[in-house]
T-cell receptor, first 113, second 116 residues
Framework: DGGITQSPKYLFRKEGQNVTLSCEQN?????MYWYRQDPGQGLRLIYY???????QKGDIAEGYSVSREKKESFPLTVTSAQKNPTAFYLC????????????FGSGTQLSVL | AQTVTQSQPEMSVQEAETVTLSCTYD???????LFWYKQPPSRQMILVIR??????QNATENRFSVNFQKAAKSFSLKISDSQLGDTAMYFC?????????????FGKGTRLHILP
């Protein structure tokens, strides 16, 4: 079945550590997105990519990095520069970055030890 | 810049009742999409309904319908004959069709409880 797979489901980060969240899709979608969800804040866009080898910063990109070397994969690295990383992270994909609905993964809950 | 506002942080209704969730947005554009997404306790985001701004007819999906008032920039979601499985966070979202680089903007959500 086609879909988006995020892993791991839960992730713990030690202070000063970089961690990488995985997002893979087999929907052949061009665009992929990373959102951060905090209680009472809705979804805030971290990074997005409309095509392989290209990506743009969203509203809260500081302390995060991404890569888009393959169409299917859009990993998010939470760096040690992100001082408040505890949140629920959602990855989404879209067939084209135009008038198409988002398909979401099941999310990763990141917590700080 | 576009904004999406959901003025009801939390709501509760009895099972089988009808409930309406409010959403207002601000944009200077004339061509756009509006969405309602549902996030149940599993936290999986699910598209409930979608409305194209150029269509006057309100979108309907089974028990879910919208009241789209373009001039008022209002996009409310009505859930009829509510069921326990409708308990979830509901997010209103806006997507521009004018600027390809614009991303989807989400409201802060309304937590809906369906009571037995």
């Amino acid at each position: 079945d086609g879909g988006i797979t995020q892993s791991p489901k839960y992730l713990f980060r030690k202070e000063g550590q970089n961690v990488t969240l995985s997002c893979e899709q087999n929907l052949n979608h061009d665009a992929m997105y990373w959102y951060r969800q905090d209680p009472g804040q809705g979804l805030r866009l971290i990074y997005y990519s409309q095509i392989v080898n290209d990506f743009q910063k969203g509203d809260i990109a500081e302390g995060y990095s991404v890569s888009r070397e393959k169409k299917e994969s859009f990993p998010l690295t939470v760096t040690s520069a992100q001082k408040n990383p505890t949140a629920f992270y959602l990855c989404a994909s879209q067939r084209g970055a135009w008038n198409e609905k988002l398909f979401f993964g099941s999310g990763t809950q990141l917590s700080v030890l | 810049a576009q904004t999406v506002t959901q003025s009801q942080p939390e709501m509760s209704v009895q099972e089988a009742e009808t409930v309406t969730l409010s959403c207002t947005y601000d944009t200077s554009e004339s061509n756009y999409y509006l969405f309602w997404y549902k996030q149940p306790p599993s936290r999986q985001m699910i598209l409930v309904i979608r409305q194209e701004a150029y269509k006057q007819q309100n979108a309907t999906e089974n028990r879910f319908s919208v009241n789209f008032q373009k001039a008022a920039k209002s996009f409310s979601l009505k859930i009829s004959d509510s069921q326990l499985g409708d308990t979830a966070m509901y997010f209103c979202a806006f997507m521009s069709l004018m600027n390809r680089d614009d991303k989807i903007i989400f409201g802060k959500g309304t937590r809906l409880h369906i009571l037995p």
